[in-house]
């Protein structure tokens, strides 16, 4: 009797409860949905994602072979319980965020990108995945790692993560922080934005098409800046800071 | 004294630089040149602030010099906190005008991004009063917040008003090249949507996020030479022709009235009178808009409009680029950004850009005075300069 192979490989089908599209107004004024989006959307966003994998500033390059390879393994099915969250402005496609459920009590954050810079944008994208891993598919914490200082100040310190240093977080030996159902609480007053239902004719807008981003982050022209950019002592302040600003002193 | 013209001028984008801050001030210094077409020059002064703190760098006017090919001209450092590019131009003016020298580069140069956020606000912080103000904590956030929440309450300023400032501001960086934020804001999305808490946040209520200009790094550069030079280069003749600098009490609590800037209000005056002008003769002007309320403040204080009126002016619009009297084409700090040192030299950039008819889609139309305010520390040391066109 032959084994078909492709089912072994496959993930488990395990649907996920659907994450409801929100929206919001940005500093600048525009409207900006975030949206759950299928397998057969993936395709689309694939190519927006690619050109970034050659700006090394802010870790871009990182991120996006990272994310474009778990959006890839989700397309061909070889992810399992993965999600992607698609954020639009006008059509235009402005962070893509993904995640995985480990456990009905455990969600593990993968990646946060944003297209659009300066509008919090790619924050308001994460908040919305820690959204849809805590509230909606009820985990009780969601690990946490990121490449990028910019990706610590808006999670590790804005959120004021817990260790879980531990633990192995999926991407890799890294050390993994944690957010916890209470720590969400503690900052979905302030960071944890949005509307719902979508009006209807912004929400058409979005699913009609996901167009490429118009402005998105470029390689500097000069590559002193490209090797200056690797090297940014950001973090460890920012531990300081978060440290001064209240939260517990730890030099570990 | 001798008359002072500005013959060339040029600037690097305000934002994050990943070069030297001696590449800083010498990369605009190499654009002022050519546009001057002068090679031979007297004099360098160099405006900064910080490299000693921030980028571990001193005598900054030396390595300028040397990076430039200038040498044996003399160099020297102006250091006047955020006033530093103004008074440096102040320098430069007194070297030409009294006829020590004919040519004299002002460059003014930070390299803030070097550090985090909190160390450049602390190192900002430091041009407070360090036995009254500084070791309590005070930051130039905390102190522009409390100054402002005593306008709000004694001339009905409110934080709509100073949204109105940072929409305007930000809005024309958007016509500027040069400037940090590329960024269009709305009152709608800063103030008035749901969203708006999040997406600008208090820092040091009641100052928001947008109130704020952001930390920049970023240089610019200006040749300041006497009209028998002047009159040799084929550019339009802009004359430096007031100065006028004052001081305040170092600790604001000790002012007789704190929301009076009263180094501001006398800088003015002695630079408009110096020039022979009044403030209704200006067509263009760049203030000091570290913070939003300070641009209207300023806007009272230099005598553009009676004071506790600035933000009526507001919003009637006749600040706006298409105003009887465009405040901040170039963004201001605000949207253009803020490196330290540097500043007033950008502002001089700016008003040189205006007054020759080069600063295309943000272009004031038919401008001939412009004026700069370059407000050091909390008001206690300000810096006002007024240009006028000749030919």
Redesign the interface.
Known sequence: MPVDLEKILRPVDNPLKPFEAKYMTLASGEHMVIRQIDRDEIPDILPYLEPLLHVERDYYDVVCARIYSELLAHYRYRAQDEYVLAVQIDGELAAVVNGRQVSPDLGMSLHTIALRRGLRVGAHAFAAKMEYHIDILGHKEVLIVAESPIGFRRWMIEYQLEKRFETAHELGGVPSWALTKELFDRARSTLVVGRRPVPPEILAKAEAKILPPSDPPTPPADLLAATRSMYDPTATALIAQRNLLGGEVDHA | MRNVYVAGIGITTFTRL??PLSEIAAYPSMMALKDSGITDVDHVYVANMGSARVNHQTALASAVVDSLSLTPAGAAVVENGPASGASAIKAGFAAVASGMHDVVLVAGAERMRE??N??ATDFIATLTHPLAEYIYGVTLPAHAAMFTRLYMEKYGVTERHLAMVAVKNQNNAMLNEFAH?H????I???LD?????????YVAEPLRF?DACPVSDGGAAVILVSEEVARTIDRPLIRLAGIGQATDTHAVHEREEPTDLLAVRRAAATSFEMAGFTPQDVDVAELHDAFTILEIVESEEVGFFPKGEGHIALEKGETALDGSLPINPSGGLKGKGHPVGATGVGQAHEIVTQLRGEAGERQVDGARVGFTCNFGGFGNNVVCLTFVRED
């Not at chain 2, 960024?183 to 709305?186: L, N």
């Not at chain 2, 949507?193 to 946040?201: D, F, G, H, K």
């Open positions: 990943e070069y550090v985090n909190l160390e934020l960024q269009p804001i709305t709608e999305g800063i949507s749901p969203e708006a808490m999040t997406n600008n946040p947008f």
